[in-house]
């Protein structure tokens, strides 16, 4: 059996919750640390649950893994490596994810954040990079018009399916 079928067979646990508290599901946090060395493990495991980024020290800084947490929860970015952190790829990736939640952006370094250039291309994908981008970018005339831009084709489109006649 190889370690993937092993990880993947490892995985599909049942997860017991104590008794009125409240509990992430977690794999990784009580794993050997033998399976938190095993690179194979640590992926699968992060595919079903990208908040065992936490817990997955050695892999905090592994590009693969990384991606692989923030593409399926943006929020697993607060886990990673400053480094990665500091990685335009990983960022518009987070922002991006499935589970993309507004405050994603605010584990983005600080680098990032006063990149006028980044920010612009990061608020072209998700509004929400305003509320934690550089205060001096906030006050930008390119970005405060993309922004207007956003905010005109949202409310043209809301107008548009209240104009539309529903006819069965």
């Known amino acids: 059996m190889s370690d993937s079928e092993q990880a993947k067979k490892k995985v599909k646990f049942q997860y017991r919750r104590p008794y009125g508290a409240r509990y992430r599901k977690s794999i990784l946090r009580d794993a050997s640390e033998e399976s938190k060395l095993n690179r194979n493990y640590v992926l699968e495991t992060i595919r079903n649950i990208p908040q065992d980024l ?3 020290k050695v892999f905090q800084n592994d590009m693969e893994v990384v991606l ?3 593409k399926r929860e943006g ?4 886990y990673a490596s400053q480094e990665l952190k500091n ?3 990983i960022i518009l990736r987070a ?3 499935k589970k993309h939640k507004f405050s ?3 584990y983005a370094s600080s680098e990032l954040k006063n990149d006028k250039e980044f920010v612009l291309q990061a608020i072209k994908v998700s509004r929400q990079v305003f509320r934690y981008c550089n205060e001096i970018l906030k006050t930008d005339r390119d970005i405060l018009l ?3 831009r956003q905010w005109d084709i ?5 107008l548009n399916l209240k104009n539309i006649n529903f006819y069965f």
């Open 68 to 70: 692989e947490a923030v």
């Open 104 to 106: 994603t952006f605010k």
């Open 154 to 158: 949202q409310k043209e489109r809301i």
């Open 75 to 78: 929020d697993a970015l607060e």
């Open 54 to 56: 936490e817990y997955a």
């Open 95 to 97: 922002i991006t994810s």
């Open 146 to 148: 993309i922004l207007n």
């Open 87 to 89: 990685n335009k790829i």
